[in-house]
């Protein structure tokens, strides 16, 4: 029953209620496929034992009619998540010993549910990156390869390994988390769907931090409704995050078909780059025309701060990972390298146990937090942020919606970025201000360039207006009819 893994999340639950396979079937397909597929590096932690037992579980649910909304579906986790009792170490050396005695919120949601943990997924050492080269377990390899190239490609980041494992099959979904894009890129770099809800949808309970104010968790899925499924059992109101909304969580998949005639969409100006490939203005254009074809009205808008986001982004992101990254100081978790005196038992812990880019960030951070400092630079930014949300508000007076490219390039090669962090922040540039302004964000392939690999365009939406994103991303993903999958050489 190889195919079964070939399957959308939507299909497979269907298959599941009508018993033509059972999740121990299901999960078994996927199982193996995890294990032939390790040439990736996309799991940090296989779990098939545990996947087995939730599977059997789910089925003796189902058999006694108590079937979950993801009755018996085999996911994804990425590593960020903690899980009890299982090892979560964000891909830090830091973590690496790590095993919680908790299960954050959103998984904790996902097994309510009837989900079945496949097990967890490589990404950026702590979620900072854009090509999943910072995870202390190595890099993820992009499933697609350019046409006729055999040179390892990054599936983006810093949800690499979500981005990859579904879209090589290795899982139904995944879970991911964004803070400036690392859902959307990936998610673009690997011909999935992935989005971003508004901040406040999940709870960030138990996700390791990384920027508080913009992190926020969101599926990466094969399809839209497959994203909307996911999202509708990830989100929800949770009394432990003093962040997370006490909102009702719509039911998603209904507006995924929903037509979208009348709705008006903004064309951001400004995101309009110098050096943007053609072949990604083209495919703008394009979304552009899918959704005059489905009845949308689109206009030009202009978000007039969106220059300033990713300075801006590169101030308060760094600001709160280095307050939030205080905590591993060799005391309380993971690793501890002892040291002749406390203070050095610090150092030596946070020299060993953090990489590269990890520094670079409690640096930046401190620094722009310092007393000297912290006006020119940290209250500037949180001003420019305010900028941009009001830019936001300005446009959603006049239009419903967004559409902007997800990534100024295809997905690149590994190590092609690797020692300029300027060239790797730049992926950022399009999906950062959603972050800074709190609203949700999508990303869904339309199409491929001339090497044969995926492109994603993004939609952006009001606050809490995940279902208008749900019936756009419906309707351009019909339009665009993109059936690509790599070629498996793994
Ligand atoms: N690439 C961005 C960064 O490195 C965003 C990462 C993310 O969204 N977690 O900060």
Redesign the pocket.
């Known amino acids: 029953m190889s195919n079964l893994t070939s399957l959308t999340l939507k299909v497979a639950l269907d298959g599941l209620a009508d018993k033509s396979f059972s999740s121990v079937e299901l999960t078994q397909a996927h199982v193996e496929a995890v294990e032939a597929a390790r040439a990736l590096n996309a799991f940090v932690l296989e779990t098939p034992d545990k996947a087995l037992e939730m599977a059997k579980a789910a089925d003796e649910r189902r058999a006694r009619g108590e079937a979950g909304a993801l009755e018996g579906a085999p996911l994804g986790v990425k590593d960020l998540f903690c899980t009890e009792g299982v090892r979560s170490t964000a891909c830090s050396n830091i973590l690496k010993p790590f095993v919680p005695t908790y299960e954050s919120t959103v998984t904790a949601n996902l097994w309510r549910d009837g989900a079945v943990m496949l097990g967890k997924l490589n990404m950026?050492e702590f979620?900072?990156?854009?090509s999943n080269e910072t995870s202390a377990f190595g890099p993820v390899v992009n499933p697609w390869r350019r046409q006729g190239a055999n040179a390892p490609l990054t599936p983006g980041?810093?949800s690499g390994g979500s981005a990859a494992a579904v879209a090589a099959e290795l899982c139904l979904g995944a879970t991911a988390?964004?803070?400036?894009?690392?859902i959307r890129q990936p998610a673009a770099f690997t011909g999935t769907v992935g989005i971003k809800p508004t901040y406040g949808r999940c709870s960030r309970w138990g996700v390791v931090a990384?920027a508080s104010s913009l992190d926020q968790a969101g599926p990466i899925a094969r399809t839209v409704e497959d994203a909307a499924i996911l999202l509708k059992s990830m989100a929800g109101h949770d009394p432990k995050d003093s962040t997370s909304l006490d909102v009702e969580t719509p039911d998603f998949p209904s507006f995924v078909g929903k037509s979208v005639k009348g709705l008006r969409i903004g064309v951001p100006r400004e995101y309009r780059v110098d050096g943007m490939p053609a072949e990604i203005e083209a495919l703008w254009e394009k979304g552009i025309a899918w959704l005059k074809d489905a009845g949308c009205e689109v206009v030009e808008v202009s978000l007039p701060h969106t220059k300033y986001a990713l300075p801006a982004y590169y101030i308060v992101?760094p600001a709160e990972a280095s307050s939030n990254l205080a905590r591993y100081d060799g005391m309380r978790y993971g690793l501890r390298v002892d040291g002749a005196n406390l203070t050095e038992t610090y150092e030596n812990t946070r020299a060993e146990g953090f990489g590269t880019e990890v520094k670079r960030r409690i640096l930046i951070g401190t620094y722009v937090l310092s007393a000297g400092y912290y006006d020119a630079y940290y209250l500037k930014a949180l001003k420019v942020r305010r900028r941009i949300a009001d830019d936001f508000e300005q446009a959603f007076g006049k239009v419903d919606a967004l559409l902007t490219p997800t990534a100024p390039s295809a997905a690149f090669g590994l190590g092609e970025n690797a020692d300029d962090p300027i060239a790797m922040?730049l992926?950022?540039i399009f999906t950062v201000t959603v972050n800074l302004a709190g609203l949700p964000g999508m990303s869904l392939p339309a199409g491929v360039d001339a090497n044969g690999l995926p492109l994603g365009l993004q939609l952006i939406g009001r606050a809490l207006d995940e279902g208008t994103l749900f019936s756009l991303g419906g309707a351009l993903e019909k339009a665009a009819d993109f059936k690509g999958r790599p070629q498996r050489w793994w």
């Not at 979620?127 to 854009?130: I, W």
């Not at 988390?177 to 690392?182: C, I, K, L, N």
């Open positions: 950026d979620a900072m990156g854009s980041g810093s988390t964004d803070t400036g894009g690392s990384f992101a922040y992926n950022d």
